[in-house]
């Protein structure tokens, strides 16, 4: 079948979330909030419509022209907020036919409702969000800050190995099980490394898991209530909090509610009493040493969340988990969700939504302004819509289409000890198209709070993935903080860190400034302080500009400017040329200004008359 190809003039056509075409993100039921439609000049549109959906019926809004400028027609219309989530798309009538414009774009067929703009009622956002930029750590392998809190050798014993402790940056002898070779790393260490993470310009931690595990990833939580001695217990996270609030720092903690380690208590009096009420947090296939578990993994029992008590002890007492952390002195600032997108799920057991909800509940009760973000590798639109996740590790949305555009498809699964992969590299139209449709799924308030990442202590470094390569470090990371959605840096990425044998991506920091890439270093100081300092990369609008073979191009923008970045992967440079840009809204006389060359171009024609453009990514403000 030919694809059938679209007018041209469609390309002018524009609508986001942001406030230029959006007069409130965040109304009360009952509000009234004002739509605009971005056209070009020289089109023959006639007449657009809003097609919304009141109470599962359709109804249509004519738009009336609001104004013109020098290159497109602004159209408006008002729409009721009747509803808790309002979706809503275009319908152009035009002398060439009738079109139909949605989040994910212009179409001849009728759309999915699924890909509608979508409008939340009484969503309370957390507002800090919006000039947070995080930085993940894992403790153990950040800063020993207190020695005498390190793991003993032969603490404890995992499937016939025992616990040592090595030297800082030792690589683990063989035969040891790399979930207890420990470095000593703890939360003094993260304390007494605040300086430089100030200095850094990154105003928000995320804390991989710090509650009292057997493992050094912790992720085999046996005490919910207690941090972890070994990384300097319940006093020195309040120690933490302190001296972020000297700073005016956040920081969220990781949970694990979708199971357990083995000898949690909980799980232990499961086992050897059929009959206590934990016996029901978990699901025996035959008690006491057959049970669910986590991905089969045997020290990882899984937690039923149909047990009323379970959900109790959880999120729902006042002391319950998920409450607790959130309170002084220890005073969270939320929480990330490992796993998210299998929680309450099992088998012919679906309760997802229903246990998401109850977190929800929980969390927003304690405190408010919480950020809940969860870990999800896939499409998590259907926890994306206000009354579950504040927002998702954006693997699916920006980082795996962005990894796969540079560096070709390479996918792993469990269950399998292969990869599936792709010998070429993805054509650019897939990455802008998965982009897109990713940000359609979900309303742009949601999108604004996506964890937008390019790397984690569960995947290969960034500098990994592009095999040491600065231009495509650097275009990922340009990417990934003037993407929607809050950037999260990950340890030690600043300066140059990458995979190692017997370490992965958990390596050691390395805090000998010898070995820093400076540069880079300071690349990602000026790249910090912009997102924080700039409101159109905090909630401006987004638009794809140019779609080329090696090459990628975008906006955001706002009533008192745009920021373009221009993306190129090619080894050879782009052609000097015209970058058409006339769709985007920019005005002739436009002048822009590169961030990091100080380089200015001017549009003239319509067209970004770019220069030769070498493999990575450049910046550009208006002036």
Not at 493 to 500: A, K, L, Q, V, Y
């Amino acid at each position: 079948m030919t694809p059938f190809s679209l007018p041209a003039w469609l390309q002018t056509v524009h609508h986001d979330g942001s406030a230029q075409y959006v007069s409130d993100l965040y109304p009360q039921l009952g509000n009234t909030v004002r739509i605009r439609l971005r056209v070009g000049l020289d089109t023959p549109l006639k007449r657009p419509y809003l097609r919304i959906f009141p109470d599962g019926e359709q109804a249509f809004i004519a738009l009336e022209h609001s104004h013109s400028d020098a290159v497109s027609h602004w159209w408006q219309a008002d729409l009721p907020i009747n509803q808790p989530l309002v979706h809503y798309r275009f319908i152009l009538e035009a002398q060439d036919g009738v079109w139909f414009y949605t989040a994910a774009g212009p179409t001849a067929q009728l759309p999915l409702d699924n890909t509608d703009f979508r409008i939340l009622a009484d969503y309370e956002a957390p507002v800090w969000l919006q000039t947070a930029v995080f930085y993940q750590i894992f403790p153990d392998r950040f800063h020993n800050g207190n020695p005498a809190d390190d793991p003993r050798d032969g603490e404890f014993e995992f499937q016939g190995h025992h616990t040592q402790t090595l030297a800082w940056e030792q690589k683990p002898p063989d035969g040891l099980a790399s979930v207890i070779a420990f470095y000593g790393g703890d939360l003094p260490g993260v304390t007494q490394k605040l300086d430089y993470l100030q200095e850094l310009g990154v105003n928000a931690l995320y804390l991989n898991p710090i509650f009292t595990a057997y493992s050094n990833h912790k992720y085999d939580v046996i005490d919910y209530e207690h941090v972890d001695p070994h990384l300097g217990g319940n006093k020195a996270l309040i120690t933490l909090r302190q001296e972020l609030n000297k700073r005016g720092m956040r920081y969220l903690l990781d949970i694990v509610p979708n199971h357990c380690g083995y000898w949690h208590p909980w799980f232990q009096t499961a086992q050897t009493d059929a009959a206590a009420p934990e016996a029901d947090f978990f699901t025996f296939i035959n008690h006491p040493n057959e049970y669910h578990s986590w991905l089969g993994v045997w020290s990882l029992p899984k937690l039923d969340y149909t047990s009323q008590e379970l959900r109790r002890r959880i999120y729902q007492n006042n002391d319950a988990v998920f409450r607790r952390w959130l309170q002084a002195p220890f005073a969270a600032d939320g929480w990330r969700v490992d796993v998210a997108n299998m929680l309450g799920r099992q088998g012919a057991t679906q309760i997802s939504d229903e246990i998401a909800q109850g977190i929800r509940r929980a969390v927003k009760e304690t405190r408010p302004d919480a950020y809940l973000m969860g870990e999800n590798f896939f499409d998590a639109s259907d926890q994306l819509r206000g009354d579950q996740w504040d927002g998702v590790m954006n693997y699916s949305g920006l980082t795996l289409p962005l990894w796969h555009w540079l560096r070709g498809y390479d996918q792993g699964a469990h269950g399998i000890h292969w990869h599936i992969q792709g010998a070429q590299p993805w054509p650019t139209a897939a990455l802008a198209a998965t982009w897109q449709q990713h940000l359609a799924a979900i309303p742009w308030a949601i999108a604004l709070q996506q964890y937008n990442l390019l790397d984690s202590h569960d995947v290969p470094r960034i500098r990994s993935t592009v095999k040491g390569n600065d231009a495509l470090h650097r275009l990922a990371a340009i990417i990934q903080f003037t993407f929607p959605g809050i950037p999260g840096l990950y340890y030690g990425d600043e300066i140059g860190m990458m995979d190692e044998d017997g370490f992965q991506s958990r390596g050691c920091m390395v805090w000998d400034e010898a070995r820093w890439n400076h540069d880079l270093l300071a690349f990602y100081k000026r790249l910090i302080a912009l997102r924080k300092e700039s409101p159109i990369l905090q909630h401006g609008g987004f638009q794809i500009l140019a779609v080329e073979a090696d090459t990628i191009a975008y906006q955001r923008a706002n009533d008192d400017g745009r920021i373009l970045v221009i993306a190129h992967r090619g080894k050879q440079p782009r052609p000097a040329g015209l970058l058409p840009v006339a769709h985007s809204g920019v005005a002739d006389g436009t002048r822009f200004t590169e961030v990091f060359t100080g380089q200015e171009l001017v549009v003239t024609g319509g067209a970004f008359p770019l220069p030769d453009h070498p493999q990575g990514a450049t910046l550009w403000q208006t002036v």
